[in-house]
């Protein structure tokens, strides 16, 4: 008779897609509002973006246990720094803080696929995408998650940023307007909701830019 094991795993995936693109004045972030467990779903309501400062949303897919433990430690991280500081962290600084928190538990990581959007100190979009272990790069479009595979070869096509290797270097930031980019976003989703099970149900979307927050909906198939 052949030993049977049972293995337990600190794990799991929660699925979900969340896309971020960096414009010259603007940042959009957005991700969608299902939370599954293998075949089932857990909830469709459930938000994958968090506001960080005044200039920086972070939208999170993978085990949302570990999202929200992330969560917690990047506020309290930021209220420090505003105590000592008596400022808000600009994206850059918390692009960095992010990455050292991430691999801070690289030997039992957050198993959380982070996208972080917002303004830069001169007031243009900047996108920041991770892997777990916190090595990230700003670029200037991005998707993670459960659709990412079906988003970045859409996005790829439609933005492709130049060569990092071209000198003198090219901005990064996409050249279309923020209602293009909001369109855009729009399509990826409804696109990757059709191939990928993990995604659905309702579309958040975030924008900043120099007037400040404000926030879209849509909604996506329910099936």
Known sequence: MTKQQANWSPYDNNGG???????????????DTRMSTGYSILTRDYSKIIKLADKCVLASSGFQADVRALQKVL??????????HNKQMSCPA??????????????????SFNVLGGLD?????????????????????????????????FLDNQLKS???LLLPAKDAVTPLS??????????????????????????????LNADGIRREEMDLRKD
């Open 94 to 111: 918390m692009g960095q803080l992010l990455s050292n928190t991430l691999y801070y538990k690289r030997f039992f990581p957050y198993y």
């Open 162 to 164: 130049p060569s990092p």
């Open 178 to 207: 923020e209602s293009e980019a909001i369109d855009l976003v729009k399509t990826c989703f409804v696109s990757a909701t059709e191939r990928d099970i993990y995604t659905g149900d309702r579309l958040e979307i975030v924008v």
């Open 75 to 84: 506020a309290a991280r930021h209220l420090i720094y505003q105590h000592q």
């Open 121 to 153: 100190n001169e007031g243009k979009g900047c996108v920041f995408t991770y892997d777990a272990v916190g090595s990230y790069e700003r670029v200037g479009y991005s998707s993670q998650g459960s659709g990412s595979t079906l988003i970045m070869p």
């Open 17 to 31: 897609t969340c896309v971020a693109v960096a414009g010259a004045d603007y940042c959009v972030i957005a991700a």
